[in-house]
């Protein structure tokens, strides 16, 4: 058993989420364009190695739809799909 092994989701498929906008400069791990918008988990990864600087493991990743007319404006029907991690998000 590794330590990814014992990381849970807290959140699940179907959940409401909002993305943070706690970080107006920038982490291009959660693209500038997507923050402060909801979407709904659609997909859980669990964790994931942290092979960059090798402390520790990411939070877990989830994939989250969200409606392009809702992130870009329009009237698009089309959806979005962003993977991004935990701490970049909260229950809407």
């Given at each position: 058993?590794t330590?990814?092994?014992?990381?849970?989701?807290?959140?699940?498929?179907?959940?409401?989420?909002?993305?943070?906008?706690?970080?107006?400069k920038?982490?291009?791990?959660?693209?500038?364009?997507?923050?402060?918008?909801?979407?709904?988990?659609?997909?859980?990864?669990?964790?994931?190695?942290?092979?960059?600087?090798?402390?520790?493991?990411?939070?877990?990743?989830?994939?989250?739809?969200?409606?392009?007319?809702?992130?870009f404006?329009?009237?698009?029907?089309?959806?979005?799909?962003?993977?991004?991690?935990?701490?970049?998000?909260?229950?809407?």
């Amino acid at each position: 058993m590794t330590a990814m092994d014992n990381v849970q989701h807290h959140l699940h498929v179907g959940d409401r989420v909002r993305v943070l906008d706690d970080n107006p400069k920038g982490n291009p791990r959660t693209p500038e364009y997507i923050r402060g918008k909801s979407g709904v988990v659609s997909l859980v990864h669990g964790a994931i190695p942290n092979p960059a600087d090798h402390r520790d493991t990411y939070p877990p990743l989830c994939t989250v739809l969200f409606t392009v007319q809702d992130v870009f404006g329009g009237s698009s029907p089309c959806t979005l799909a962003i993977d991004l991690h935990e701490d970049w998000l909260e229950r809407a």
